[in-house]
């Protein structure tokens, strides 16, 4: 497993990470068997897997106490990230919300502790039904002056953010917080951080973690036809407004031009005797500005075909067939990464 370091911190973290949102079950992903998820983290640790991405709203918090379980004596070799809800960053909330983080995952320190969403009335809103505090949300400086709080405690090794844009990267900087990270998606239809953001943390040394590389189900091979793709993952600006449940974007999509993605995608599958998952993880693996790529394996067979991408060496020219016909997906959805809002009105600036 190839290892980059994250940003301009002592993190060496392998290029493939597990997202950990399925661990615990839940309404979204299922049921998901304890056994399976030792079985998996006990592996993934194996083969040099060693970042493991979860925080406190996945499955109301069981996503964090399965991982501490699964990490029972190699707790050690693991880096773990988790993430704040915004609507606890409020200092009060935050400094409980990252105490019980700590419980579920039954250790001593967090390495990577990031704020979910950025700090704004729509991002919290999103969680929140609280007039009060949707209204009058705590400030930047109230949450970065936090966590440099309970990182001085030792509590929590390196501060990060997810889902901010430059303008919020800007904010953070202010507070004179050294952000170590910034999750963001990204993957072959989801390429918004490459116009602004990417360079960005570059500039600052700040170390990017992409999720959500497979698009939620969309770049697995598993759908021959967007058409296909059940509701409760078709709510991005990917699809059609009328398409998914609980859509909030009001967008027409870009499933036309996805479709060309995924037929391509699947021609050069073949030709390089790859599965299309490989193929997808190889080419955001590429990017040596994401420093890892983090993705949910439900099980050891699944862990061990996405551990393949983290070995596969795509040419020059693979590269760019793929990033020219996923570039009308691109120009169609527009530089925000917040692929849920419309991109007139979202989370992300």
């Not at 995924?262 to 490989?278: F, N, P, S, Y």
Request: hydrophobic share 35%; proline share 4%.
């Amino acid at each position: 497993m190839k290892v980059r370091t994250l940003g301009a911190t002592d993190l060496k973290l392998g290029v493939l990470g597990m997202g950990c949102w399925q661990y615990g079950g839940g309404a979204y992903w299922g049921d998901q068997s304890q056994k399976d998820v030792d079985e998996v983290v006990h592996k993934a640790l194996d083969i040099g897997i060693n970042y493991f991405d979860t925080a406190e709203i996945y499955n109301d918090g069981e996503s964090e106490i399965s991982l501490g379980i699964a990490l029972k004596g190699r707790r050690h070799e693991a880096v773990i990230g988790s993430k704040i809800n915004t609507a606890n960053a409020r200092p009060d909330l935050l400094r409980k919300g990252c105490e019980a983080s700590l419980k579920r995952l039954q250790t001593d320190y967090i390495d990577l502790y990031m704020l979910h969403w950025p700090i704004s009335p729509l991002a919290i809103r999103h969680f929140t039904t609280n007039p009060g505090l949707i209204a009058s949300p705590p400030t930047v400086e109230e949450v970065f002056y936090t966590l440099r709080e309970l990182q001085k405690e030792g509590k929590i090794r390196h501060i990060g953010i997810s889902n901010h844009g430059v303008a919020q990267m800007e904010e953070v900087r202010a507070t004179g917080v050294k952000a170590a990270a910034n999750e963001l998606p990204y993957n072959l239809i989801s390429r918004a951080i490459e116009e602004t953001i990417l360079p960005y943390c570059q500039k600052h040394q700040m170390g990017v973690i992409g999720y959500m590389p497979l698009q939620q189900g969309v770049l697995t091979g598993k759908y021959a036809d967007l058409a296909d793709v059940k509701p409760m993952q078709a709510r991005s600006r990917h699809f059609h407004h009328s398409r998914g449940q609980g859509t909030r974007h009001g967008e027409v999509g870009a499933e036309a031009e996805i479709n060309n993605v995924l037929k391509e995608v699947q021609t050069i599958a073949r030709e390089l005797d790859l599965h299309m998952i490989v193929l997808c993880l190889a080419w955001a693996i590429t990017n040596s500005a994401i420093a890892t790529t983090i993705v949910g394996s439900r099980n050891v067979e699944q862990l061990e075909l996405n551990a393949q991408a983290a070995s596969v060496e795509l040419s020059r020219d693979v590269m760019e067939r793929l990033n020219r016909v996923s570039e009308p997906v691109l120009r169609k959805l527009g530089p925000s990464p917040d692929y849920y809002e419309n991109r007139n009105h979202n989370r992300i600036r």
